[in-house]
Antibody, heavy 120, light 107 residues
Framework: EVHLVESGGGLVKPGDSLRLSCAAS????????LNWVRQAPGKGLEWVGR??????????NYAAPVKGRFIISRDDSKDTLYLQMNSLKAEDTAVYYC???????????WGQGTMVTVSS | DIQMTQSPSTLSASVGDRVTITCRAS??????LAWYQQKPGKAPKLLIY???TLESGVPSTFSGSGSGTDFTLTISSLQPDDFATYYC?????????FGQGTKVEVK
């Protein structure tokens, strides 16, 4: 069974940086395509970005609101996906989820999420 | 970027009702559309992928249809466990986009 566990959330000030982690198990991580999705308090789901497995080229794509500030990376030796968030803004406050990204099946596995609060 | 417009935003219904939620894409996405159910405080759950394929373990009261730009999620007979928020998501190409969500509440 596939499990995703996010960590690294917390309270930071505007302009700060924060790195989230997503530890995966139960899948061949090096081949896995993975997403970050966020949800602001009381709001809907927002796709943040996606990373393909290195076997498939390792392409990374980002949503417009985070492009240039957020970086998705992975460490296949640790079965872990990262989200480096720089120049954080109040509007980045959200629960951040790590999800699988099957080209055909969408996102069938989600982590429990980690909360990021950006406030002065 | 592809925009997804979901309607209605809120739907009031009773147990046993037939419920329909629609999702429209700003350009053709073929059948690269998924539907998710989310309950308060929980991560979303995949219900349907490729517009009409039911995820394993999801009750057959859920069904999806559509292709191109117009899609529908139908719950044929609403059950107590189905009161939740539903999202569509397109996964055509390199980006993904969610609809704004539809909250199905008790009438």
């Amino acid at each position: 069974e596939v499990h995703l566990v996010e960590s690294g959330g917390g309270l930071v000030k505007p302009g700060d940086s924060l790195r989230l982690s997503c530890a995966a198990s139960g899948l061949t991580f090096s081949r896995a395509w993975l997403n970050w999705v966020r949800q602001a308090p009381g709001k809907g789901l927002e796709w943040v970005g996606r990373n393909e497995g290195k076997v498939d080229g390792g392409t990374t794509n980002y949503a417009a609101p985070v492009k240039g500030r957020f970086i998705i990376s992975r460490d296949d030796s640790k079965d872990t996906l990262y989200l480096q968030m720089n120049s954080l803004k109040a509007e980045d406050t959200a629960v951040y989820y790590c999800t699988t990204d099957h080209g055909v099946r969408g996102s069938d596995v989600w982590g429990q999420g980690t909360m990021v609060t950006v406030s002065s | 970027d592809i925009q997804m417009t979901q309607s209605p935003s809120t739907l009031s219904a009773s147990v046993g009702d037939r419920v329909t939620i629609t999702c429209r894409a700003s350009q053709s996405i073929s059948n690269w559309l998924a539907w998710y159910q989310q309950k308060p405080g929980k991560a979303p759950k995949l219900l349907i992928y490729k517009a009409s394929t039911l995820e394993s373990g999801v009750p057959s009261t859920f069904s999806g249809s559509g292709s191109g730009t117009d899609f529908t999620l139908t719950i044929s007979s609403l059950q107590p466990d189905d009161f939740a928020t539903y999202y569509c998501q397109q996964y055509n190409g390199f980006s993904r986009t969610f609809g704004q969500g539809t909250k199905v509440e008790v009438k």
